[in-house]
């Protein structure tokens, strides 16, 4: 005897509560087996795929692509046990996305446990079709109540609207999310017009692109970008501070470097001589790598340095960070900021990757930019922005000779960080990197 078994949105980690479905892998009527990939889903931190706690087939899915779905919410049901009833290929035929099906089963045991999640793969196979989200409709009504999810309602209600007032695009009839956020912006009924007369694809559809403008929906990794910067910048009194230094000699070690025999097989830029420099400068300045606890009222002063890189990648600004870097060698630092970048910028990196940073680096010089401000990852005590490298006339040995010069700049919370603390860290960097013989003695 088959039974139908509901698999909801499992807690990600880090305290995340939502995620945005981007990709099912599997169709109803697949086959499927126990820890197959199902679904990708973008947290406000990564691109995660999602495993199956069972092996069945699949019966019912019951979010489409794009939603935004609470943790604990079910998103796919598949029937396990046997094949002796009939598996509903109509979405409509199929279980109520806030109905549970598991009959004469405890409800402990109708939550699964999430067996394990990884980096979603570019380029992996998809299984069966994908979802396309049905057009708006009158919602469905049971019970004398338009069908949503709990914290749909919950959504709804604490902005008085009233769900009979929405049209549903969720594939039973049942208001999202997404259809909530549309009808407070006011969007809701020029993008279903759009959408008629154009016949926009799905990304269009996603964007609400209306001729001369464009409105992208606020979610995951940048939704969770803008939320953790305005909590920064108005929680932590920044301070910033900035140098201007020779870096010919930096340079120059560089080149060597790069010939050895033991850099052969490494990609080593001036990025790497930098954060070593960072991380021999806070031996001896460890107030720039701590934390404040608002909640013990204590100040965290931590031993470790996991060592976080401003990226931009596809999904947004991330700061994946290199776990116990003051441990690694020059040449093991170097790799770890390769393999660091590459998979940043494939967006591959995961909620480990980007959490439990202690100081971070960002490099605007890439872009051509000399120097900025930059705002402190939540939690940190500071941030280094590295600016481009230029030939500039410079006074060296008492004479004006065209020398390698770029700007540091030092955001510092100073709540954590005194004017002196952060001046002497700042300037022993820029010391490092002038005169980098220092920075391998002490290194």
Same mark, same amino acid.
């Given at each position: 005897? *088959?039974?139908?078994?509901?698999? %909801? ?10 995620? #945005? ?15 197959? &990939? ?10 995660? /795929?999602?495993? @199956? ?16 779905? =609470? ?18 290929? !109509? %979405?409509?035929?199929?279980? +109520?996305?806030?109905?549970?099906? +598991?009959?004469?089963? #405890?409800?402990? =045991? ?26 708006? *409709? ?11 999810? %709990? ?10 609207? #009233?769900? &009979? ?8 009839? #049942? ?12 969007? +809701?009924?020029?993008?279903? =017009?759009?959408?008629?007369? @154009? ?7 996603? *964007?609400?692109?209306?001729?001369? =403008? ?22 932590? %009194? ?13 340079? /120059? ?11 052969? !097989? ?8 930098? *954060? ?8 001896? &300045?460890?107030?720039?790598?701590? @934390? ?6 204590? $100040? ?23 776990? &116990?870097?003051? /441990?690694?060698s020059l040449v093991d630092l170097a790799r770890a900021l390769a393999d660091l970048t590459r998979i940043a910028k494939e967006g591959k990196s995961s909620p480990a990757d980007l959490a439990d940073g202690t100081i971070t680096i960002t ?11 930059? $705002? ?47 001046? /002497? ?11 980098? $013989? !220092?920075? $391998?003695?002490?290194?």
């Amino acid at each position: 005897m *088959s039974t139908i078994k509901s698999f %909801p949105l499992p807690d990600l980690g880090e305290g995340l509560t939502e995620a #945005d479905l981007l990709t099912w892998l599997v169709a109803v009527g697949d086959t499927i087996e126990l820890n197959q &990939n199902i679904a990708e889903v973008e947290t406000a931190k990564a691109a995660v /795929e999602l495993p @199956s706690p069972f092996a069945g087939v699949v019966a019912a899915l019951h979010v489409s692509e794009g939603d935004t779905v =609470e943790v604990g919410v079910p998103i796919i049901d598949i029937r396990v046990g046997g094949e002796d009833e009939p598996v509903a290929s !109509d %979405p409509e035929q199929s279980v +109520s996305p806030i109905q549970n099906t +598991s009959s004469g089963e #405890d409800e402990d =045991e109708r939550v699964p446990v999430l067996v394990g999640y990884g980096v979603a793969k570019e380029g992996s196979s998809r299984r069966g079709g994908r979802v396309d989200s049905p057009a708006a *409709s009158a919602p469905n009504v049971q019970n004398g109540k338009p069908l949503a999810a %709990p914290p749909v309602r919950k959504m709804a209600k604490d902005n008085g609207v #009233d769900l &009979n007032e929405l049209p549903a695009s969720g594939s039973h009839g #049942d208001v999202t999310r997404q259809d909530v956020e549309s009808y407070l912006e006011g969007a +809701s009924a020029v993008q279903s =017009e759009t959408d008629v007369q @154009s016949g926009t694809d799905a990304q269009q559809s996603v *964007s609400g692109r209306t001729g001369r =403008e464009e409105r992208t929906p606020i979610k995951g990794v940048r939704k969770h970008t803008a939320e953790a910067m305005v909590r920064s910048a108005f929680t932590a %009194p920044h301070v910033t501070e900035f140098v201007t230094v020779d870096v010919t000699e930096t340079l /120059e070690l560089l080149e060597s470097l790069r010939s050895s025999t033991h850099f052969r !097989d490494v990609r080593l830029t001036p990025l790497a001589l930098v *954060s070593k420099a960072v991380l021999v400068a806070l031996k001896s &300045n460890p107030s720039l790598n701590s @934390s404040w606890d608002e909640v013990a009222q204590e $100040i965290v002063t931590k031993f470790y340095v996991n060592l976080g890189i401003a990226a931009a990648t596809p999904r947004g600004l991330m700061v994946p960070n290199i776990k &116990n870097a003051h /441990e690694l060698s020059l040449v093991d630092l170097a790799r770890a900021l390769a393999d660091l970048t590459r998979i940043a910028k494939e967006g591959k990196s995961s909620p480990a990757d980007l959490a439990d940073g202690t100081i971070t680096i960002t490099n605007v010089g890439v872009f051509g930019v000399d120097a900025g401000t930059p $705002i402190l990852n939540p939690g940190e005590a500071a941030i280094l922005c590295f600016g481009s490298i230029r030939r500039t006339p410079w006074e060296h040995n008492g004479e004006i000779a065209l020398r390698s010069v770029t700007t540091l700049s030092l955001s510092f919370d100073h709540r954590l960080v005194d004017g002196q603390q952060g001046s /002497e860290f700042l300037a022993l960097v820029g010391r490092l990197l002038t005169h980098p $013989i !220092d920075l $391998i003695a002490l290194g």
